[in-house]
């Protein structure tokens, strides 16, 4: 089965609006056990889109088509559609009602533009939005499915969760896509690469893509099999040779979180955390907060932006500054062990750089950053030198820090 999605709309091309419907229906498809081949995005042009289809036509058994179904005059698929398939428009009561009931429950006029939504093309089967007014249509021809679906999001969801993704699994019959995602961190991709070894070994059994990010590396296993159970072999398989000699540098599978993986831990074993920010500016308690139920491990985070709050909230003594610089890594510990003695917590976690893209000198450049980790039994930190770009350099130093106190945790 070969998939195509069409998205319509101006909005898309300019910016204005990102494409999540395409990357919801392709992540829903694939979970369906069904391969997205293609992505095209067109604006609200007829030549364009009639273009669009024919390719699409050329190429796949099924095309989703999404926007471009509204009251508006710039709202022009569904004429694109009709014409497209030589099929005269003809009023659907049952639709027509539906469009009535949702104004009167609404408590508003209907217009005549939202009666023209009630005009379908003949040789299309009709999808009934319960979340609209605008209904979903459907064609058949040659082998081609095509499915024509609303842009507004809730309704587009509506449909394909209602009826195109359970037609669809009928269509793919038993043969399966199962892939799944690991994910690492404190690793570059091009070392992550070497590391693993003969990638096509691992690829007898299953697609292997890298998914680089500011906090690590993802990685993903991708299989077909007849079966669910073929498909399954294959990939455990590929599981195997991929994680032989990366083992240490996978923090987890599936859904990609370092602070929940730290989260997990610290909970189950009862211990508790407090951080110390300079450079990340809270992203890091941010981002543990995020975490339902992290008051059972999170004490607290204290930004200690400048050196007086160093000085002040976390007793970095005046001297250390003055000697080694605010970015250093005996600054780094000392804010660590300060935050951990202050709440009394199990664990002391702090961050100290130069997030740029200013600031940076040839001894201390942008990108430089000392992650500093205190326990009851050492306080240590860690030097990194990131990139440029301030936003990443926060990101990767709280991954930094995470994976810090990861490793810590065994």
């Not at 309704?155 to 699994?169: D, G, N, S, T, W």
Request: aromatic letters at 6%.
């Amino acid at each position: 089965m070969n998939t195509e999605i069409i998205s319509v709309g101006d909005e898309l091309l300019i910016g204005q609006t990102i494409n999540t419907n395409a990357s919801w229906m392709g992540e829903q498809l694939l979970n369906a056990g069904i391969r997205v081949d293609w992505v095209t995005t067109v604006g609200d042009n007829a030549g364009h889109i009639e273009t669009a289809l024919k390719i699409a036509e050329s190429r796949a058994n099924v095309v989703l088509i999404t926007g471009g179904l509204g009251p508006t005059h710039d709202d022009i698929t569904k004429k694109v559609i009709s014409r497209y398939f030589d099929s005269k428009m003809v009023l659907n009561r049952k639709v027509l009602e539906n469009i009535k009931a949702r104004f009167k429950k609404r408590g508003i006029l209907m217009s005549q533009v939202n009666r023209d939504q009630a005009l379908v093309p003949e040789k299309a089967k009709v999808i009934f939005n319960d979340n609209g007014t605008a209904p979903g249509l459907i064609f058949d021809r040659n082998g081609v499915t095509f499915y024509v679906m609303p842009g507004v999001p809730m309704e587009m969801k509506a449909i394909m969760k209602r009826f195109v993704i359970p037609q669809l699994r009928e269509k793919r019959g038993e043969r399966t896509i199962l892939f799944q995602i690991y994910c690492t961190t404190g690793i570059a991709e091009s070392t992550l690469f070497q590391k693993i070894g003969d990638i096509a070994e691992i690829e007898k059994y299953a697609r292997l893509a890298f998914l680089p990010s500011p906090s690590g590396v993802k990685m993903r296993l991708m299989t077909e099999g007849q079966t669910q159970k073929a498909a399954q072999d294959a990939l455990k398989q590929a599981e195997i040779l991929l994680r032989k000699n990366i083992e240490s540098y996978i923090y987890a599978s599936g859904k990609c979180s370092l602070e929940q993986v730290v989260a997990n831990i610290l909970t189950q074993r009862g211990k508790t955390l407090a951080v110390a920010e300079s450079c990340t500016g809270g992203l890091l308690a941010n981002n543990l907060t995020n975490i339902s139920g992290s008051s059972k491990f999170f004490d607290r985070g204290i930004i200690s932006y400048s050196n007086q709050a160093k000085m002040q909230a976390l007793g970095v003594p005046e001297t250390l500054i003055a000697e080694h610089g605010a970015v250093s890594a005996q600054v780094a510990q000392a804010m660590a062990e300060g935050v951990r003695n202050t709440a009394g917590t199990d664990y002391g976690l702090s961050t100290t750089g130069i997030a740029g893209p200013t600031g940076g000198t040839p001894e201390k450049p942008v990108g430089l950053v000392f992650i500093g980790y205190s326990d009851a039994n050492e306080t240590l930190a860690k030097r990194f030198n990131f990139l440029s770009d301030r936003m990443g350099n926060k990101e990767r130093s709280v991954a930094a820090a995470l994976n810090l106190l990861r490793e810590k945790l065994g």
